[in-house]
């Protein structure tokens, strides 16, 4: 679609640049469903976020996403947050409500239970969270709100623990714990596999049956997801959390179901760019 005077900018605002699929999936759910609007990459270093948000009401942009390292920090520039990115302590959506106010949003958890969805329904299942960063807030609330009986294990104990009591998980501990577990779903969170051919926990611990989704998307087969399948799990490529992610966003924005395939293969076309 060509972009003209009538077209509506919206975007995601990182920093440093670096490279982002966002705008490509968004890009392609817009030109499949006819949408007038380009999704941008805008490289917004933390001293100038706040004149940014400034500027997207003063541009009249509906939405930006918010990606590292500005997820915690936005909130400070926001009229509102809501309930959710309250509980999980990080927005990665913006909108702008018609009376102008700035509305924070988190749709990082949807795109994990969506993902984790495509192979099993949480409720009432045992899970780990492995981590206890930003990404695994996201995740132990999106488990605990679909009903599974969720513990957070990573390195830093004390970490995992303060974790779990801030977002009521049912108990924490480390890595090496895992197997003690007997996780139905297994979730990893931290940056062990990132660029890497390492696991962060003892395929052993990984049961035949269970659910295994890593968030770690480069490359997409980790060396989790590969031990995941040589013990007879099921694994979920962190792909998935980021097209789900979007495809809310999507559909906050234009009130439509996302074209989640579209999506989907305009990732992977960006992966083979
Ligand atoms: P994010 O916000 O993306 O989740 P983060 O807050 O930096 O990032 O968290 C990174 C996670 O990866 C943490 O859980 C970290 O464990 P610690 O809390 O012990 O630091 C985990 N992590 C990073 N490198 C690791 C390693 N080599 N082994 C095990 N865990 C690691």
């Excluded at 930006?64 to 400070?76: F, G, N, R, T």
């Excluded at 959506?93 to 994990?112: A, F, H, P, R």
């Amino acid at each position: 679609m060509a972009i003209g005077t009538e077209t509506t900018v919206c975007g995601i605002v990182l920093h440093p640049a670096g490279h982002t699929r966002s705008p490509a999936m968004h890009n392609a759910a817009f030109a499949a469903c006819g949408i007038d609007a380009a999704y941008h990459a805008f490289d917004v270093p933390p001293e100038y976020l706040g004149d940014a948000l400034r500027g997207m009401r003063a541009l009249g942009i509906h939405q930006l996403a918010v990606s590292i390292p500005h997820k915690e920090a936005v909130i400070a520039h926001l009229d509102r947050v809501d309930e959710t990115a309250r509980a999980i302590g990080a927005v990665n959506t913006v909108t702008l409500g018609s009376d102008g106010e700035l509305v924070g949003t988190n749709t990082d958890w949807i795109g994990g239970l969506r993902a984790i969805e495509r192979e099993i329904q949480p409720q009432g299942r045992r899970a780990v969270v492995l981590g206890a960063g930003g990404a695994a807030r996201g995740l132990v609330y999106a488990l605990g709100q679909a009903g599974a009986e969720v513990w957070v294990l990573n390195r830093t104990q004390s970490r995992a623990a303060e974790l779990a009591e801030q977002l009521g998980a049912a108990g924490s501990g480390g890595l090496d714990e895992l197997s003690d577990r007997e996780a139905e779903i297994i979730v990893n969170t931290t940056s062990v596999g990132l660029g890497s051919d390492e696991s962060p926990v003892d395929p052993r611990a990984i049961h035949a049956g269970a659910v295994v989704m890593d968030a770690v998307y480069v490359p997409e087969q980790t060396r989790l997801l590969a031990d995941a399948a040589a013990r007879g799990a099921v694994g979920i490529a962190g792909k998935w959390m980021l097209v789900y992610q979007a495809a809310e966003q999507f559909r906050l924005w234009t009130g439509r179901e996302a074209p989640t395939e579209i999506m989907a293969n305009a990732f992977d076309r960006e992966a083979d760019a």
